[in-house]
């Protein structure tokens, strides 16, 4: 039994099939972990080869495979859970990392050095946003933020602006965006990619932040990007009770990503691994339900005299360049998305301390609904103006629906509503 299944099967089967031969463990049905930090050669000669495979390419004598060297460098989880993740990401290669920002600041620092400039998507991720702005920006390397996605001129004039500071390394695209969910089109980044390289004879990377929708509701390598990134810690995790992030991609960019996680020593841990790989078997059951919830809560929110705004794919106006980007790129509304309530942070504040069943908690994708603060909380880091200028004020609100029955959610979210 292979354990690579071949073309044709569907991601369902694809996120329980592959990465692992039973073959290869007893006939075990699920995985062992690899609980080792070193692993033993069998000959002196076998130790070479398997170093110069490694480091260097060099092919494997009589068509050997290689060994394990070090859990540092691979063990067997990691490698189960890698074809797991290309797999559904429809990538030739992935690499997996200890967390979501370990995978991306390794992108960045792989394919980034000083002089480059950085385009990016605002708003996104605080962690990201604080590296590109006050980390990164020491090392000479210039960031520049577009707030509008979809529209042509907007994309190419930042990229001129990025251009004008420096050769353009990477197009980083968060969509949806963290906080506010917000739609950036994949395709029209990876046009601009191409203007660019015939403008400084190198191509940019484009690189997808996939974390608020997964590979079952979006694939970004299908519409033109060259990276895929996803905060494995998120909807592909699934429970709230570990850390890890993906990249995926063709194999010519995933191993510099392995050689410099080498280096820095950011790889995911054996049992790390096997928890993923035991949850991204029931990630397209989870996605359906986080999805069908979530429609529901975002209705009804919409609804509420209370709240003053909703931001949820599902609500992309019928004709808006937005709609016609969401209805060609993704397959579902996802299940984190931001709202406003009528108010300010004092209101805020007493909603939030009044919710039961929601977790007032950052992070997302979990079985439990979390519900955050952007301001104080995950993008606490970013001022004001910068914050407020992308639509995240004091009266904003990030929810991540769970798989609770929708009418107590609802119960809970209206008995909060009542403190405003």
């Known amino acids: 039994m292979s354990h690579t299944p071949g073309a044709g099967l ?6 329980i099939s592959t990465g692992y031969d039973p073959a290869t463990a007893s006939g075990a049905a699920k995985p062992p972990i690899y609980l080792s930090s070193t692993f033993v050669y069998p000959s002196a000669q076998f130790a070479k080869d398997t170093h110069a495979n490694f480091f260097e390419g060099a092919p494997m ?6 060994g394990y060297i ?50 990016y998507g605002r708003p996104l991720y ?19 933020g577009y707030t509008d996605g979809v529209d042509e001129a907007v994309m190419r004039a930042a990229a001129e602006e990025a251009l004008a500071k420096g050769p353009l390394g990477v197009i980083h695209v968060e969509t949806p965006a963290n906080p506010t969910a917000v739609i950036s089109d994949i395709a029209l980044a990876a046009r601009i990619a191409s203007e660019v390289e015939k403008k400084q004879g190198r191509r940019p990377l484009v690189v997808v932040d996939n974390t608020f929708l997964g590979p079952f509701l979006q694939s970004p390598l299908k519409h033109g990007a060259d990276l895929c990134m996803t905060a494995l810690t998120k909807y592909c995790g699934g429970h709230s ?3 890890g992030g993906g990249v995926s991609g063709r194999a010519e960019l995933i191993a510099p990503l392995k050689t410099l996680r080498t280096m820095l020593g950011n790889h995911c841990d054996p049992y790390t691994c096997w928890l993923l790989l035991r949850s991204f078997e029931t990630l397209p059951l989870r996605t359906e339900r986080h999805c069908k919830n979530a429609e529901i809560l975002a209705k009804w929110l919409k609804a509420h005299p209370k709240v003053a705004s909703v931001t949820f794919f599902g609500f992309l106006a019928e004709g808006s360049p937005e709609r016609a980007v969401y209805e060609r790129q993704c397959s579902g509304s996802g299940a984190t998305f931001s709202f406003k309530i009528k108010g300010g942070e004092a209101e805020s504040f007493r ?16 079985a439990e609904s979390l519900i955050c603060h952007p301001a104080t909380t995950t993008h606490y880091q970013i001022e004001r103006a910068r914050r407020e ?32």
């Open 10 to 15: 569907s991601l369902d089967t694809l996120a």
């Open 61 to 66: 004598p009589r068509g050997e495979k290689p």
């Open 70 to 119: 070090y859990a540092r460098l691979s063990h067997p989880n990691l490698d189960m859970i890698e074809a797991r993740l290309a797999a559904v990401d429809h990538a030739e290669a992935s690499a997996v990392f200890a967390s979501g920002m370990a995978a991306m600041t390794t992108v960045l620092m792989a394919n980034l050095k000083p002089g480059d400039s950085v385009l």
């Open 126 to 144: 605080g962690g990201v946003d604080w590296f590109l702005n006050s980390h990164f920006s020491q090392f000479g390397i210039h960031p520049v």
């Open 241 to 243: 009770d570990l850390l």
């Open 351 to 366: 909603f939030l301390d009044r919710l039961k069943l929601f977790k007032y908690a950052v992070s997302l994708g979990g």
């Open 389 to 420: 200028a992308v639509g995240i004020d004091d009266s904003t609100m990030r929810v991540s629906i769970g798989l609770e029955h929708p009418d107590d959610l609802i119960a809970d979210m209206a008995q909060a509503l009542e403190a405003i």
